[in-house]
């Protein structure tokens, strides 16, 4: 199946510093990504829906300027975490559908800890 | 909008043996598709199994098949001989027809298998 990278795999960052996180879709081109967020024990939430080309669209009360979004190219989603505090450690995790396809490819994920 | 709902927040199987993890879902719309991911404690999230609404016949793979009952709106998951390593979260997911949409996932289901 098709390849989906994130980087890093965990990041640990003081309060108040901003974290970027790559979403990269290794062997397909990806015009849309997903990313989600996974709390301690709990079910996958979608944050935003990255499109390429244009704007992201950001799920009920994500706060778009926190949280932004750069689709740079068709293999390529950044998530930056903008001045971070303790309540934004997670579990982030991205997806890409393959074109005309079912299924979609989930990165490995990404741990934030925001001391 | 569409909800999913899996009521078990935990299950447990003897090795070898069979289980059945439920699913129920709602939705307007008579064309989807209907998904239960498996994730490990690695946390990377891969697909178990996947049943189109419109397929009357139920979806299997190996060990794993699925109860589907479109007008009932449920879509339980049956692993057969039961593994060690089938020890995972088990979410089911539904995503819209026809699109490169995304997944709504259900809180998920614990699986603890006994040797």
């Known amino acids: 199946g098709a390849v989906v990278s994130q980087h890093p795999s965990w990041v640990i960052c003081k309060s108040g510093t901003s974290v970027k996180i790559e979403c990269r879709s290794l062997d397909f081109q990806a015009t849309t990504m997903f990313w989600y967020r996974q709390f301690p024990k709990q079910s996958l939430m979608l944050m935003a829906t990255?499109?390429?080309?244009?704007?992201?669209?950001?799920e009920q009360g994500v706060e778009k300027d926190k949280f932004l979004i750069n689709h740079a190219s068709l293999t390529l989603s950044t998530l930056t975490v903008t001045s971070a505090h303790p309540e934004d450690s997670s579990f982030y995790i991205c997806s890409a559908p393959t074109s005309g396809g079912y299924e979609q490819f989930f990165g490995p994920g990404t741990r934030l800890t925001v001391l | 909008a569409q909800t999913v709902t899996q009521s078990q927040p935990e299950m447990s199987v003897q090795e070898a043996e069979t289980v059945t993890l439920s699913c129920t879902y709602d939705?307007?719309?008579?064309?989807?598709?209907l998904f239960w991911y498996k994730q490990p404690p690695s946390r990377q999230m891969i697909l178990v199994i996947r049943q189109e609404a419109y397929k009357q016949q139920n979806a299997t793979e190996n060990r794993f098949s699925v109860n589907f009952q479109k007008a009932a709106k449920s879509f339980s998951l049956k692993i057969s001989d039961s593994q060690l390593g089938d020890a995972a979260m088990y979410f089911c997911?539904?995503?819209?027809?026809?699109?490169?949409?995304?997944?709504?996932f259900g809180k998920g289901t614990k699986l603890s298998v006994k040797p």
């Open positions: 939705t307007s719309e008579s064309d989807y598709y």
């Open positions: 990255s499109n390429e080309g244009s704007k992201a669209t950001y």
């Open positions: 997911a539904y995503r819209r027809w026809g699109s490169q949409g995304n997944l709504i």
